[in-house]
C-alpha cells in the first residue's frame, strides 16, 4: 500500500509528467486557454489514461511477455490505445451523451498523446503489477490535470498583462510552463 | 533463424489487429447513434457561430431542438430571415418573418462629457470594477466604464471602444446577446434596428446628481413622457424608457428634451 | 493544412523535385523553426548536442522509411483506415530503429530512453504521412522525408549546443568553456545547470519561439511572408499538422467557438 502511494505521489507530482517528463506538451500548450476546456482535456486524460493503463498492462502480462515478445510492445500498446480510445469514444456517445459533449471532443486527441503511450512504456520499464500499473496510469494523468488547469488559471491571468509583443502568443507561454517547471522542482525532496 | 519466433509475433500482431478490427466494426454497429438527417441539414445551414444567441447549446442544439420541434425555425438571431426560410424548407414549414434587432448601448458619457472621480490605472475589465472603490473612476455609478467586457464577449467584432464608452456597429450586430449578458450594469438593450428614437442613458440618479456627473445625462424631466403622442415614453426612476411596441418614430421626445439625450437618427 | 501534392509534369524533372523537397524540408518549411511541429522530442532530449544529433537521425531514418512505404500503399489502404494503417507502419519501423541503437549505440539509446519508442506519436511523422507521403509518388516522399528529417535534425542539433554550451561549457562534451574552479582559484565559466534541467528546455524554446516571431513579423513586412506554424505552437488547434487524427472535432469546436 505504501508503494502505491509513493509511486502515486511520485507520478503525480516529483516527477510531473508535463513538467519534468515533457509528454503531453501539444495539448498541454494547445488547450489550456481556458479553465474549463483544460478540465475536459484533463478529465478526459484522466479517464483514457487510466483505462489505457489497465489494459495494456494485462495484455503484457498475458499476451506479450508469455509469447516472449516483449519487443512488440510499442506497436501493440499504439493499436491497442487507439482502438480503446475510439470504443470509448462510441461508447460515450451512446450511453454517457452529457459526458460526451463535455469531454468528447478531446478523445481523438488524446490517442497520439505521448503522455498515455509513455505511461504504458514506463509500467513496463519499471516492472510494475497490473495494479500499480493501474495507479500509476491515474496518478500521472492527475499530474497532468493538475498542470493544465494551472496553467489555464495563468493564462486567462496572463491575458490581461503587457506583454511585450514578441512574446505575446506561445513564448510566454512556454516561459510560464518553465517557472512552472521550476516550482514543481521543490517537490523533488518530498519522496 | 528462429522461425517459430517471427510466426508468433506475426500472429500476435496480425491476431491484435483483426481482433480490434472486429471489436470495433461489431461495436460500431452496436452503438451506432441514430441521426436524423434533418439534424444535418439544419446544421448545415445554421451560421455555425455556436454563439448562443437562440437560447440553446450552440448551432447542433439548436438543429436537434427544431427537429424535435421544441424551437420555431426562425429562432437563429444571426441567420436572421434567410436562415429560417431555409430551414423552413427542410422542415416543411413555412417561416414568419422575424423583426432585425441590434444591440444599443444606453450611456452617451463618453470622455468629453462624463466626469471621472479619480484617474485609473489597472486591470481593465468592466467586471472586475465591483472591486474598485466607487466601483469604477466615473463619477456617474450607472455609466459605460469603457473597459471592453462587451468588447470581448462579441463574437462578430460588433462591438468597439470609442472615445471612453461603448459603440455598437449596427451593421455588424447580429443580436445574438452576448454583449447584454456581459455588461456587468446591464447597459445594452437589443431594440429594433429601425427605432428611430433610443434614450442613450442609464442613470437613475436625481437630475442635480446627474448633471454633477455627466453634461448630457436624463434628468427624468418627464417632457417626453408628457409630449409622446403614443404614450410610449415612460420615465421610471428618474430614466427615461421607449416602448417600441407603441413608438412610431415621431422623435417628439427627442424635440422636446433638454439635454438631448434620446437621440433621432435611426 | 495546405495542400502540399506535387505533380511531376513534363516541366518539371524528378530532380527538380526532389531538390525542391530538401530545400523545403531543411530550410522553407524547417520544423522545429518554422513549422513548430515535434516539441515533445525538442524539449526532452537537447540536452546536449549529442543527444539531438542522435534522435534527429533516428527520427530522419524513421521518416524515410514510413514515407516509402506509406507512399507505396497509398493506393491500397483504404481511406476509413487511413491513420491505424499509418500508425501501425510508423510503429513498425520505430521497433526496427530501436533495436538497431539498442545493438549498435547502447550509450544513446541509455540517453535517449523512452523517447525513441515516443518517435511513433511524433507529430511531424504522422503529419507528413498525411498531408505528403499518401498522396504523391514515392521518389519525391522519400526526398521529402530525408528534407524535413534533416531539417529535424539541424534544429534539435542547434537547440542542443545552445542548451549544451550554457548548461556544461561543452559542445558534443568537448570542453570549450572552461569551468570555473573556485578552490583552485581559477576563472573560467560557471555553467548555468538549469539549461540542461526541464525548465531550461521551456526557456529556451521560449527565446526561440520570440526570436522566430521578429522574422516573421520582419518577413511579412517585406511581403515574403514564412509558412504559418503547424502543430499546437500554432496557437490553436485550427493550424494542427494531424488535425486528421482527432478528426478535426477539437478543430472544428475551437473554430466554431472563436468565430
Known amino acids: ?191 | 533463424m528462429n522461425i517459430t519466433a517471427i510466426i508468433i509475433a506475426a500472429l500476435v500482431v496480425g491476431g491484435t489487429g483483426i481482433f480490434l478490427g472486429f471489436f470495433l466494426g461489431i461495436f460500431g454497429e452496436k452503438f451506432k447513434v441514430e441521426v436524423d438527417e434533418r439534424e444535418e441539414a439544419i446544421l448545415g445551414v445554421l451560421p455555425g457561430n455556436n454563439c448562443g444567441g437562440c437560447g440553446y447549446a450552440g448551432c447542433s442544439g439548436l438543429a436537434a431542438a427544431i427537429v424535435k420541434g421544441e424551437a420555431p425555425v426562425n429562432q437563429c438571431p444571426v441567420g436572421g430571415d434567410p436562415v429560417a426560410a431555409q430551414i423552413g424548407d427542410i422542415m416543411g414549414v413555412s417561416a414568419e418573418g422575424g423583426v432585425k434587432m441590434v444591440a444599443f448601448v444606453k450611456c452617451a458619457g463618453d470622455c468629453e462629457k462624463a466626469e471621472q472621480d479619480y484617474e485609473y490605472t489597472g486591470v481593465e475589465d468592466c467586471a472586475a470594477m465591483a472591486f474598485i472603490p466607487g466601483g469604477g473612476p466615473k463619477s456617474c455609478s450607472y455609466g459605460c466604464l469603457g473597459y471592453g467586457s462587451c468588447v470581448k464577449a462579441c463574437p462578430f467584432d460588433a462591438v468597439h471602444i470609442i472615445n471612453g464608452i461603448a459603440v455598437v456597429d449596427k451593421d455588424a450586430c447580429k443580436a445574438c446577446g452576448k454583449c447584454v449578458a456581459a455588461c456587468p450594469k446591464n447597459l445594452i438593450e437589443l431594440v429594433p434596428c429601425d427605432a428611430k428614437n433610443k434614450v442613450q442613458c442609464s442613470s437613475r440618479d436625481k437630475g442635480k446628481d446627474v448633471m454633477a456627473a455627466c453634461s448630457v445625462g436624463c434628468i427624468g424631466c418627464k417632457l417626453c413622457e408628457k409630449n409622446c403622442p403614443e404614450g410610449a415614453v415612460t420615465v421610471t426612476d428618474n430614466i427615461a424608457h421607449i416602448d417600441y411596441e407603441k413608438c412610431t418614430g415621431c422623435g417628439t421626445c427627442a424635440e422636446k428634451c433638454p439635454k438631448k439625450i434620446i437621440s433621432r437618427a435611426g | 493544412m495546405a495542400e502540399v501534392g506535387i505533380e511531376l509534369d513534363k516541366n518539371s524533372s524528378l530532380g527538380k523535385v526532389c531538390t525542391e523537397r530538401l530545400h523545403n524540408g531543411i530550410i522553407k518549411e524547417n520544423p522545429t523553426f518554422i513549422l513548430m511541429l515535434g516539441m515533445c522530442p525538442t524539449l526532452a532530449v537537447t540536452t546536449s548536442a549529442m543527444n539531438g544529433v542522435g534522435m534527429g537521425l533516428s527520427t530522419t531514418i524513421v521518416l524515410v522509411m514510413s514515407n516509402l512505404m506509406i507512399s507505396l500503399l497509398r493506393k491500397i489502404i483504404p481511406d476509413g483506415v487511413r491513420m491505424p494503417a499509418f500508425i501501425v507502419v510508423v510503429a513498425s519501423f520505430v521497433t526496427i530503429i530501436e533495436f538497431l541503437m539498442k545493438g549498435f549505440t547502447p550509450d544513446l539509446y541509455a540517453s535517449l530512453g523512452l523517447y525513441i519508442p515516443l518517435i511513433v506519436v511524433n507529430c511531424i511523422i504522422l503529419g507528413r504521412a498525411e498531408s505528403y507521403a499518401s498522396k504523391n509518388p514515392v521518389v519525391p516522399s522519400i526526398f521529402d522525408g530525408i528534407g524535413m528529417g534533416l531539417g529535424f535534425t539541424c534544429g534539435l542539433t542547434l537547440i542542443g549546443i545552445f542548451r549544451e554550451i550554457l548548461g556544461a561549457g561543452q559542445i558534443f562534451g568537448v570542453q570549450v568553456l572552461p569551468l570555473a574552479d573556485a578552490a583552485a582559484g581559477k576563472a573560467g565559466y560557471t555553467p548555468i545547470t538549469i539549461f540542461v534541467l526541464a525548465p531550461g528546455a521551456f526557456f529556451v524554446l521560449a527565446m526561440l519561439v520570440a526570436v522566430m516571431n521578429i522574422l516573421r513579423d520582419r518577413a511579412e513586412k517585406k511581403g515574403r511572408p514564412l509558412p504559418p506554424a503547424q502543430g499546437c505552437l500554432g496557437g490553436d488547434c485550427s493550424t494542427c499538422g494531424s488535425s486528421g487524427l482527432c478528426s478535426g472535432h477539437l478543430h472544428s469546436s475551437e473554430k466554431n467557438k472563436s468565430e
Do not use: W
Request: with cysteine; charged share 10%.
Open chain 1, 1 to 191: 500500500m505504501k508503494e502505491l502511494i509513493l509511486t502515486a505521489i511520485g507520478a503525480a507530482i516529483v516527477n510531473n509528467v508535463v513538467l519534468s517528463q515533457f509528454l503531453g506538451i501539444c495539448p498541454f500548450l494547445g488547450v489550456s486557454k481556458k479553465v474549463d476546456t483544460a478540465a475536459g482535456m484533463g478529465g478526459a486524460v484522466i479517464f483514457v489514461t487510466t483505462l489505457a493503463a489497465f489494459v495494456t498492462g494485462i495484455i503484457y502480462k498475458f499476451v506479450l511477455f508469455p509469447a516472449d515478445i516483449p519487443y512488440l510492445k510499442t506497436i501493440v500498446f499504439i493499436v491497442v490505445i487507439a482502438a480503446l480510445v475510439q470504443f470509448v469514444e462510441m461508447f460515450l456517445k451512446k450511453f454517457m451523451h452529457s459526458l460526451y459533449e463535455s469531454l468528447g471532443v478531446y478523445l481523438p486527441l488524446i490517442t497520439t498523446n505521448c503522455a498515455v503511450l509513455g505511461v504504458a512504456l514506463n509500467s513496463v520499464t519499471y516492472g510494475y503489477d497490473i495494479l500499480t500499473t493501474t495507479v500509476y496510469g491515474f496518478s500521472t494523468a492527475v499530474g497532468f490535470f493538475i498542470a493544465i488547469v494551472i496553467m489555464a488559471g495563468l493564462r486567462e491571468k496572463i491575458e490581461y498583462n503587457d506583454v511585450p509583443k514578441t512574446f505575446q502568443g506561445s513564448a510566454i507561454v512556454l516561459v510560464t510552463a518553465g517557472l512552472m517547471s521550476i516550482a514543481f522542482f521543490g517537490f523533488s525532496g518530498v519522496i
